[in-house]
């Protein structure tokens, strides 16, 4: 799969099944943004990813090379 693929897969989905696959502590390790360090929220995680295109291309990115168990 690559970042083109994930059309139609939401941004909140995204996020959520990252969340759940790494947990917050984690997910902040591989992407060193604040909203994943500081009192991490999926609400305030997806308004500043957003406004964020560099922020979110990196973790569109990170969705797509985990390997995620069904």
């Known amino acids: 799969m690559s970042v083109q693929e994930l059309h139609g897969i939401t941004l909140e989905s995204?996020?959520?099944?990252?969340?759940?696959?790494?947990?917050?502590?984690?997910?902040?390790?591989?992407i060193e943004i604040n909203c994943f360090?500081?009192?991490?929220?999926?609400?305030?995680?997806?308004?500043?990813?957003?406004k964020t295109p560099w922020a979110r291309t990196r973790v569109e990115e990170l969705y797509v090379a985990t390997k995620f168990t069904p």
């Open 14 to 30: 995204i996020l959520t099944r990252l969340v759940d696959h790494y947990g917050w502590d984690q997910l902040g390790k591989h």
């Open 37 to 50: 360090i500081s009192d991490p929220s999926i609400k305030s995680s997806l308004k500043f990813l957003r």
